[in-house]
C-alpha cells in the first residue's frame, strides 16, 4: 500500500449497498518508538475526512502509479 492508492474497508458501509471509499494520503512508518504500528491516513471521500486507520482493516482496490 502506498500513498495514492484508492481503498476500502470491507464491512464498513456508508449506505445500504455503498462501501467506504478513500485514498491513501500518509503512512506512519515504523521506527524505535512506534514498533509494530502500520496506521494508514485515509481521506474518505464520501463522508469528506480524513482518519488513521490501521493498514490490516485496508483493501487496496486501484494501486497509483
Do not use: H
Not at 41 to 49: A, F, G, L, T, V
Amino acid at each position: 500500500m502506498k500513498v495514492g492508492d484508492l481503498v476500502k474497508m470491507p464491512g464498513c458501509f456508508v449506505a445500504e449497498e455503498a462501501e467506504a471509499i478513500g485514498v491513501v494520503t500518509r503512512i506512519e512508518s515504523q521506527g524505535p518508538l512506534l514498533p509494530r504500528r502500520n496506521r494508514i491516513e485515509i481521506y474518505w471521500i464520501q463522508d469528506k475526512e480524513y482518519s488513521w486507520e490501521p493498514a490490516k482493516w485496508l483493501e487496496v482496490i486501484s494501486e497509483s502509479r
